[in-house]
C-alpha cells in the first residue's frame, strides 16, 4: 500500500503531478536542459517581482533576464515575521510552514508551496530508488532528533508510523540505550538506516566494541543514509565495516530540500531538477570547477516564499569533472559562520581545526566524542566523552599538531565530560565560535 503517497495527497500535497513534472525534467537532454534551467530561473524572479511585496524591496532594479544583477540572499535577510514575506495568494493556511534547525546560528520560519514540497517528496523518493528502496515500502531504521513537546512529539510519532520508520533516540547514546537498539535490530526487517552522522557512527562503534556487523544480526537491511553532520573518510570506513551496507552520502536544507545525493557510482550528485547552484567567491563570482566557495541555491519552483540566489551559509567544492547538467558536489568543507579566527590574523574553516585534532584524538578508541569551541582569540577549549581522561603525553600530541596545522602559541583547554551538548532536535554541533 503507498501509504505516504496517500498521505501527502490527502494533505493537499500534489505527489502524482510533482511525479510525472520530475520524469519530464529529466527526460530533457541537455540542451533542452539549458533551455529549462534558464527559463525557470527568469519566470521565478520575474513571479516574486511581480507578486511578493517583500521581494519588490529587496530586489529592486533587477532584471531577470541578468542573472548577476540579482542580490544575494542570507537568512538574516528572512528574519522578518512570515506573513510579510510570502506572496500574493498565499497564507499560512494554504502552505507549507516549517523552521530551519538554527545550526548556523541564524534560524527561521519558512514556507513552501504544496506543489514545491510535493516536487521536494517525488526528489526524495527518486533518489532513495537508485539504492532499492521505496519510501511507501521499505522500513527505515530513523536516527532523528524529535521535539519534546507534546504536540510536535505526537506529531512526528503519527508520521513515523505512516512513513514506516522505527525512530531510534538520540538524545542517549549510552552503551546500554545502544545495546537496546541492537536487540530491536535482531527483531525488526529494517532495509536502511537514516540519519545524523554522529549518532550512527556512535552506533558504528558500539557495534565495533562488540565485535558485531550489524548485517550479520539484521541481514534485510541494504543501505545506510546519513546526512545533517559531515562524514569524514574514517567515519565512513568504519561504518562500512560494522554495518556491512553501502554508505550513502545525503546532504539537503529544510528550506530548500535535497541538494546532493551520493550515487552507485559514489558521486555526489548536485540536485539540478528543481535547484539553481552556484558556487561563489566573497566577491560573489563564480569559481572555477574545483575551487571552495559558498554555496548560493535558487529555488525554482517555490512561489509561496522567495528563496532566490539564497546563501545557505555553507562551504564547498565541486569537482573539476562536472558539467552544467552533472554537477558533483567535491566536499561540503563547513559553515562560513564556523571560521577560525586567529591571533596571527589567519583565518581557516572550523572543520580544519576539527580534522586535524580528530586524526590524534580518536587513534586508540579511548575518546568517543567530541567538540571544539572558541572562546577567544587565543583560546579554545576542547570537550570530550571518554572512558578515561586523557594523559598529559596525549594532550601535547594534539596540541602540537594543532600547532603545526594552524599556528603556534594557542591556549587548548581540555574537559572531560560525560555527554556533550545537542542541539534540542540532536544534532552535535562539532565546532563553535563565541568571537
Known amino acids: 500500500m503507498n501509504l505516504f503517497n496517500l498521505s501527502l495527497q490527502l494533505n493537499g500535497f500534489p505527489i502524482r503531478r510533482a511525479n510525472r513534472l520530475l520524469k519530464e525534467i529529466q527526460s530533457k537532454n541537455d540542451v533542452e536542459f539549458e533551455l529549462y534551467h534558464e527559463a525557470k530561473k527568469q519566470e521565478i524572479v520575474a513571479f516574486h517581482l511581480q507578486h511578493n511585496t517583500f521581494y519588490k524591496k529587496f530586489a529592486k532594479n533587477v532584471d531577470p533576464k541578468d542573472w548577476n544583477s540579482i542580490p544575494i540572499m542570507t537568512k538574516r535577510d528572512l528574519q522578518i515575521p512570515l506573513n510579510e514575506r510570502l506572496s500574493e495568494g498565499f497564507t499560512q493556511k494554504n502552505v507549507y510552514i516549517n523552521k530551519t534547525s538554527g545550526s548556523s546560528g541564524d534560524p527561521f520560519i519558512f514556507a513552501k508551496d504544496k506543489f514545491c514540497h510535493a516536487l521536494t517528496w517525488a526528489i526524495f523518493i527518486d533518489r532513495y530508488r537508485w539504492f532499492d528502496l521505496d519510501f511507501n515500502n521499505s522500513k527505515e531504521a530513523r536516527f532523528y532528533g524529535i521535539p519534546l513537546d507534546n504536540i510536535g512529539y505526537y506529531k512526528e510519532r503519527i508520521k513515523d508510523k505512516l512513513s514506516n520508520r522505527f525512530r531510534f533516540s538520540v538524545f542517549d547514546l549510552s552503551d546500554s540505550q545502544l545495546e537496546k537498539n541492537l536487540e530491536t535490530f535482531k527483531n525488526t526487517s529494517f532495509d536502511y538506516l537514516n540519519g545524523y552522522t554522529s549518532s550512527i557512527v556512535q552506533f558504528a562503534k558500539f557495534l565495533n566494541r562488540k565485535n558485531i556487523v550489524l548485517k550479520s544480526v539484521c541481514p534485510s537491511i541494504k543501505a545506510c543514509i546519513v546526512t545533517s553532520e559531515m562524514l569524514f573518510d574514517d567515519d565512513k570506513t568504519l561504518l562500512q565495516s560494522q554495518l556491512g551496507v553501502p554508505i550513502i552520502n545525503e546532504y539537503g536544507a529544510a528550506e530548500l530540500g535535497l ?96 580534522y586535524v585534532t580528530k586524526t590524534v584524538i580518536e587513534d586508540d578508541g579511548n575518546v568517543k566524542e567530541f567538540i571544539i569551541e572558541q572562546l577567544k582569540l ?37 574537559e572531560k565530560k560525560t555527554a556533550l551538548d545537542r542541539s534540542n532536535r540532536g544534532k552535535l554541533k562539532q565546532f563553535r565560535s563565541y568571537l
Do not use: C
Open 378 to 414: 587565543d583560546v579554545f577549549k576542547i570537550s570530550y566523552v571518554s572512558n578515561y581522561e586523557l594523559s598529559e603525553k596525549k594532550i601535547k600530541s594534539i596540541k602540537n599538531v594543532i600547532y603545526q596545522y594552524l599556528e603556534p602559541h594557542l591556549n587548548v583547554l581540555f
Open 259 to 354: 541538494i546532493a545525493f551520493q550515487n552507485q557510482q559514489k558521486e555526489w550528485l548536485i540536485n539540478t531538477d528543481d535547484m539553481f547552484i552556484e558556487v561563489l567567491d566573497e566577491k560573489n563570482r563564480i569559481v572555477p570547477y574545483g575551487e571552495e566557495g559558498r554555496l548560493v541555491i535558487t529555488s525554482l519552483y517555490n512561489k509561496a516564499h522567495p528563496l532566490i540566489r539564497y546563501d545557505l551559509g555553507d562551504i564547498g567544492k565541486l569537482s573539476k569533472t562536472s558539467t552544467s547538467r552533472k554537477l558533483i558536489l567535491k566536499t561540503l568543507i563547513g559553515r562560513t559562520n564556523d571560521l577560525v579566527k586567529l591571533p596571527s590574523g589567519k583565518k581557516a574553516v572550523g572543520l580544519t581545526f576539527y
